[in-house]
């Protein structure tokens, strides 16, 4: 990404941060983060990574995000009004890297706890 498009992105995870706090409407008391923003070349469209925390179902919250999508992008709109052109056409997934990070956490735990009862059974015997 070029540093345009960087600085886009960092402008548009920042409003929607916002815009996701102050409206519980579209999250219903769930932790959301915008854990990253990727912006076309063009800066029209914008692809927005959703971290989504104590979800009982993430895929129907992001359905609901995106029913709300242009809503939330018009609430974008009047903030970035005056600093863009254009108002990028917003696109949701759900960001599960810190899902993947808290599994693999547990491998590791399990692996460890595996380990040291094998070496206590060893040093009995």
């Known amino acids: 990404m070029s540093v345009r498009q960087e600085k886009f992105a960092g402008l548009i995870q920042q409003h929607l941060a916002e815009i996701l706090q102050r409206h519980k409407e579209y999250v219903s008391n769930v932790f959301v983060t915008v854990s990253r923003v990727e912006v076309s070349p063009d800066l029209g469209y914008a692809k927005v990574y959703l971290s989504l925390f104590k979800a009982p179902d993430k895929n ?25 052109r254009v108002i990028p056409e917003l696109e949701f997934f759900v960001d599960d890297s810190l899902d993947y990070v808290f599994h693999m956490e547990e491998v590791f735990k399990q692996i460890n706890k595996q380990d040291e009862q094998n070496n206590l059974q060893d040093d009995k015997a």
């Open 60 to 84: 129907l919250l992001l359905n609901t995000i995106k029913l709300h999508g242009k809503e939330i992008r018009k609430q974008l709109a009047s903030k970035i009004k005056n600093q863009v």
